[in-house]
């Protein structure tokens, strides 16, 4: 991926801040910022150019597309609980907006002749398990029932991406030509960042009662204490992206893989934070909505192919994730913070 020309939309989310971190450190790519927000002052360097912008923009999209980015990674989304309370917004940005810019990168493609990978961060919110196999790790084509806006957004998007890739790559073949948009993508588990305080996510409880307690502040947890699901840190959910979108075409069987670390509950996290935070004020009050959600996904995911495909390997298990990552990292985010804070005071 050295000396790349690389999009990333919605650059002000988790997701969005960690990796364009990453991507900067090589100073051989060039990252084009896109975000609603005005993020400019978040991006000091000198290969990142930021853009203030909405991706259900027709015009602003059709002008990025004649930039010729060699990689797309398009993170901008409506979260899960955000989407439910705003589906007609949420189609707009995960489905038309996605299908829109899928469209447009598979002309621009053949058009010029090149090769574009569409790098998508999918969920297991496009599953809907059976609750009866509840305990049994899901594959990728297991459950694909779900029961959010959000799930069936992704899950469109995935098959869409799919669907095009294949297409271009027929009609390039037809044509004797070597354009074609490489789609690839990622799903997700729930992922534990220690920088940014997650908005709008069913699996937010995690990180929200880390952020809570650092922050000294009470917090009821809005699942019940024996509710599972499969997380990442976000230092291997960048990881993986970047593993993915390096791994060579004959190695994949498969445009979308799935990926998970460890599967822990709502109260084994709870008890690790209280252990870092002694003080730490977190109790349950389970929302009845946001709980059906969680218990309609997979509690453990198989993530097999994305080993034996691409190496896929998380770096840090559930005891690592927390005392030699989350923990750490989230104290020092708070204590620059108040050391802001004092000296803008003073």
Avoid at 32 to 60: F, H, K, M, P
Wanted: with cysteine; net charge negative.
């Amino acid at each position: 991926m050295n000396g790349s020309s690389i999009l990333v939309t919605g650059a002000a989310g988790e997701i969005g801040h960690a990796l364009i971190r990453e991507l900067a450190t090589n100073q051989g790519n060039h990252i084009t910022a896109l975000d609603l927000r005005d993020i400019s002052r978040e991006y000091s360097q000198r290969n990142v150019t930021t853009i203030r912008g909405d991706v259900c923009d027709s015009s602003l999209i059709n002008s990025l597309i004649e930039k010729n980015y060699d990689i797309v990674f398009h993170l901008a989304a409506l979260l899960s609980t955000s989407a439910e309370n705003n589906p007609d917004r949420a189609h707009a940005v995960n489905v038309d907006a996605s299908a829109r810019l899928l469209s447009k990168l598979s002309i621009n493609a053949l058009e010029r002749n090149r090769k574009v990978k569409f790098i998508f961060p999918s969920s297991i919110a496009v599953h809907g398990v059976d609750p009866s196999a509840a305990d049994a790790p899901v594959k990728e084509d297991q459950y694909l029932n779900p029961i959010t806006v959000y799930g069936i957004n992704k899950l469109y998007v995935e098959q869409f991406g799919a669907y095009l890739a294949r297409r271009t790559r027929n009609t390039a073949l037809r044509l004797n030509r070597k354009g074609q948009l490489i789609f690839r993508a990622i799903r997700f588990p729930g992922i534990l960042s220690p920088d940014t305080v997650p908005t709008g996510g069913t699996s937010d409880y995690g990180p929200e009662m880390l952020h809570a307690a650092a922050q000294g502040k009470a917090y009821e947890c809005f699942v019940k204490p024996d509710s599972t699901l499969p997380f990442c840190t976000m230092s291997d959910a960048v990881r993986a992206l970047l593993m993915l979108v390096d791994a060579p075409e004959e190695n994949l069987t498969r445009s979308v893989y799935a990926i998970t670390a460890f599967s822990v509950s709502a109260e084994q996290i709870r008890e690790k934070v209280c252990q870092a935070f002694p003080e730490a004020q977190i109790g349950y009050n389970p929302d009845p909505a946001r709980l059906a959600i969680v218990e309609s996904w997979p509690r453990y995911i198989d993530d097999s192919a994305a080993r034996n495909d691409w190496g896929w390997l998380p770096e840090y298990n559930f005891e690592r994730a927390f005392t030699e990552n989350l923990i750490p990292a989230v104290r020092n985010f708070y204590n620059k913070a108040e050391s802001h804070h004092s000296s803008v005071s003073a």
